[in-house]
């Protein structure tokens, strides 16, 4: 696992005390609210991630404000979204009917938003900010250097991997894209990946320096996503009985984004396949897609029904849009199996969510999917997207209906390594390395707040 070295500057050369930990982060996530529904939109496992990351810090005593793009002009400047962490929406551009692609014209707005409100602080207001995605680095890298703090980076997702396996129908990320990330990664101080695969890619497309590389696995919520008291078999039945699925069912769970990238119709045809050579499955066969449509490409709620049509799978196939997280975490209770076929994935917090609840994972080998999902263990991990290898993979469930319960057993002891805390507490430390490694920036000094116009 790659991480970033820790250098020995001296603060006689006029650096801050290694020892200072933040006080206080900007953390920037323009395109998508840490408010909004996780499962539509744009709203998904960065959502989670932002929400939780955030919440983590603040019960550390770093206060967090989150600067994200107001969707609605009946939001609120702030919203207190937990002790020690402030939502701020900031106007730029249509509140509505506004798509991610056209983003990248109104982050001046944004920029111009974000600078208004340090603007109304005393110097040193911030210690540092941390922006995820590239729309948010763009913004981060003017911000930073504007307020003369380090800047801390999350990609989340690359463009340069994402075109490298995109999917049938699924559209290119843009040049602008492409070029904006490399710039992002020469102003950052520090690069937060999720795994060491994603630092290595980040050093191998974008030419990262290793120094400033930082591997930080995001957690899951194991209060919320966790087994039944009563145990991962009984609690199954039960969740079964709350969602209306019938006891004895062999049941593949898909729940995310409807797009391209995250698969829903590989996991459509690999049922198919599934029938055609166990007819007699389709009695006790249920699978819910539970998620919302989001990206580009023909993959949309309405073409998957009209796939499971042609297929002649859509007695079998239940759809439903997406909840909220405690519901959400009874799908995953109610599942034999998670299947995960995305030609994608930073880390896939879906995969760990599900095993914390006692559910093995089937998931495409790619990303960091290969880290979230121990193979054989809490899971079977496929070699690329034929819809045939995924349906002997849902073989196995079938013909041995006690292997959810043995690898979900697993999953837990998996998923109980992935805390929030642990996560929180490692990017404290990335924090407190950039800010070693940057001046003390100026604190309340009597200095009236200046206005920007």
Request: with cysteine.
């Amino acid at each position: 696992m790659l991480s970033g070295t820790v250098g020995t500057a001296e603060s006689a050369a006029g650096l801050s005390d290694p020892r200072r930990r933040p006080r206080r982060v900007a953390m920037l996530s323009v395109h998508t609210s840490p408010l909004h529904q996780p499962g539509t939109g744009d709203a998904g496992g960065m959502n989670v991630y932002v929400v939780e990351l955030a919440k983590r810090l603040a019960a550390a005593d770093v206060e967090v404000e989150i600067f994200t793009r107001a969707t609605s002009p009946t939001l609120p400047p702030a919203v207190d979204l937990a002790p020690g962490v402030l939502v701020r929406h900031v106007p730029a551009g249509p509140y509505e009917g506004l798509a991610k692609e056209d983003l990248p014209g109104r982050l001046c707005a944004f920029t111009h938003g974000v600078t208004r409100v340090w603007a109304g602080h005393r110097p040193g207001h911030y210690d540092l900010i941390h922006s995820h995605y590239w729309l948010s680095g763009h913004v981060g890298r003017l911000a930073a250097a504007r307020w003369g703090v380090p800047l801390v980076h999350t990609m989340h997702t690359m463009a340069k991997v994402k075109n490298a396996s995109l999917a049938v129908g699924d559209a290119p990320e843009p040049a602008a894209r492409v070029s904006g990330e490399a710039r992002i990664v020469r102003a950052a101080d520090r690069l937060i990946a999720n795994t060491g695969n994603e630092a290595a890619e980040l050093i191998r497309h974008y030419d990262a320096p290793t120094a400033r590389v930082a591997v930080v696995p995001p957690g899951v919520d194991l209060e919320r996503f966790r087994p039944d008291s009563s145990g991962i078999e009984a609690g199954r039945a039960a969740a079964r009985v709350r969602l209306g699925l019938p006891p004895d069912a062999l049941v593949p769970l898909f729940a995310g984004r409807i797009q391209p990238l995250k698969a829903p119709d590989v996991v459509l045809l690999a049922v198919a396949r599934l029938l055609e050579e166990r007819p007699w499955l389709r009695e006790r066969l249920v699978v819910p897609v539970v998620g919302g449509p989001s990206g580009s490409g023909p993959v949309e709620p309405e073409g998957l029904q009209k796939l499971a049509a042609r297929l002649g799978i859509g007695d079998v196939v239940l759809f439903r849009p997406p909840v909220e997280q405690t519901r959400l975490a009874d799908w995953y209770r109610a599942a034999s199996v998670l299947v995960m076929p995305s030609y994608s994935e930073s880390f896939g917090l879906v995969a760990l969510e599900a095993q914390a609840c006692g559910t093995p994972v089937i998931a495409a080998e790619v990303g960091g999917l290969p880290v979230a999902v121990r193979h054989e263990v809490s899971g079977v991990l496929v070699p690329g997207h034929d819809p045939a290898d995924y349906a002997r993979a849902l073989g196995r469930f079938a013909d041995d209906p006690s292997l959810s319960a043995r690898m979900g057993a697993a999953a837990v002891r998996h998923a109980r390594s992935f805390g929030w805390d642990a996560a929180a507490s490692a990017t404290v430390d990335v924090y407190t390395d950039a800010l070693r490694r940057r001046p003390r920036p100026l604190r309340d000094t009597g200095r009236q707040p200046v206005t920007v116009v």
